[in-house]
């Protein structure tokens, strides 16, 4: 299948990096950035200048030959452009988050609904060796019930971040801060765990770029699933990147994943660290190893005609309960 990227930034190269790694028979067809210089370094990179790079992503779905459209963009133009290109008659395979506003994101529903195409998401931690493993043991009754969960992402974002992207930092075109951009991933996984929400509320705070940033650095949440209780917090703040920590307290054990590392923790005090076979991190390591799979499973199904592994359904349960937190914290 051939592939095209609008959104040619650093997380695009792994998205690139993907394809090319994944089973040899797809290939990167075209690229586009409002930046050409940008698409065009891309293919150079990736295809030996052969690939035509684009400023517009309307004149990219006229004017060149593809199956695959991947969105890279900024994200508020995640769902308009996923609209184009479902519209255009292509897959769509988008970056976080899903949309902005619950408004967006059931304008990309319908859209997806009526293309007939196929519409994936990258929430590639789902892919972690750490995290099928944690799961597994779940399911197979030895840690018992669930009881409740924890969760910390404590990475550091500073002035450089936001000034030189050109979006960042905005509500129009970032729609939040730490949540929506850094920590969707890991309320993934520990909605993945807890199961469906039942009531949540959530405080946000600015602490360390005052006047820099219109969105947060930090937010705490309570949320009651269905399972038991989450407490959550994130925060661009900390001094550097630290590996995410989300745990899960059941009857028998804690399960521990710290990374791409687990442990389960005994009653007794007795630690056990299972083995994780892990991939490689394409991007940053703190990002998790799961970017190859999470692709390579998406083609995998458009070639299978099967519906796509991480899709609307499987992703409107979080996207959901953010946009919730974002509305408890900002009192509306």
């Known amino acids: 299948m051939k592939t095209a990227i609008v959104g040619c930034g650093g997380i695009a190269k792994v998205h690139a990096d993907s394809i090319k790694k994944s089973n040899g028979k797809d290939e990167l067809a075209a690229f586009c950035d409002i930046r050409r210089e940008r698409a065009e370094v891309f293919s150079q990179t990736y295809t030996a200048g052969k690939a035509p790079v684009y400023e517009s992503l309307d004149e990219m779905l006229k004017q060149s030959e593809f199956d695959v459209l991947h969105i890279c963009t900024p994200h508020a ?8 290109g479902l519209k255009g008659g292509r897959h769509v395979f988008m970056e976080k988050p899903p949309a902005v506003s619950k408004e967006q994101f059931q304008e990309l529903k319908k859209a997806e609904k009526e293309s ?28 018992g ?16 971040y936001y000034k030189d992207s050109g979006w960042r930092g905005t509500m129009e075109l970032e729609g939040g801060g730490a949540m929506i951009n850094q920590s969707i991933h890991t309320l993934d996984l520990m909605t993945e765990f807890m199961g469906r929400p039942l009531s949540s509320e959530a405080s946000i705070a600015n602490h360390h770029l005052k006047g820099v940033i219109e969105v947060e650095d930090t937010m705490e949440a309570y949320i009651q699933y269905e399972q038991g209780i989450g ?3 994130c925060t661009t703040a900390f001094g550097s990147n630290a590996p995410i920590l989300l745990e899960i307290h059941c009857e028998n054990m804690i399960l521990r994943i710290e990374g791409n590392s687990l ?11 299972i083995d994780c076979q892990t991939g490689v ?19 995998e199904c458009i ?9 609307i359904p499987q992703v409107e349960r979080v996207f959901l309960l953010m946009m919730d937190l974002y509305d408890s914290a900002r009192g509306k």
Request: hydrophobic content about 45%.
């Open 77 to 84: 133009l995640h769902v308009p452009m996923a609209i184009a």
């Open 116 to 143: 007939g195409k196929l519409l994936g998401f990258c929430f590639q931690n789902r892919y972690n060796a750490s995290v099928i493993q944690a799961k597994e043991i779940i399911s197979s009754g030895k840690a």
């Open 145 to 160: 019930k669930i009881v409740s969960a924890r969760a910390f992402v404590t990475w550091s974002r500073g002035v450089s």
């Open 231 to 233: 407490l959550f917090y």
């Open 263 to 273: 442990t389960l923790i005994y009653p007794d005090g007795k630690r056990e660290v």
């Open 281 to 299: 991190a394409l991007g940053k390591d703190y990002w998790g190893t799961g970017h190859l799979a999470c692709i390579s499973n998406f083609y």
């Open 303 to 311: 070639q299978q005609g099967k519906a796509a592994p991480i899709g």
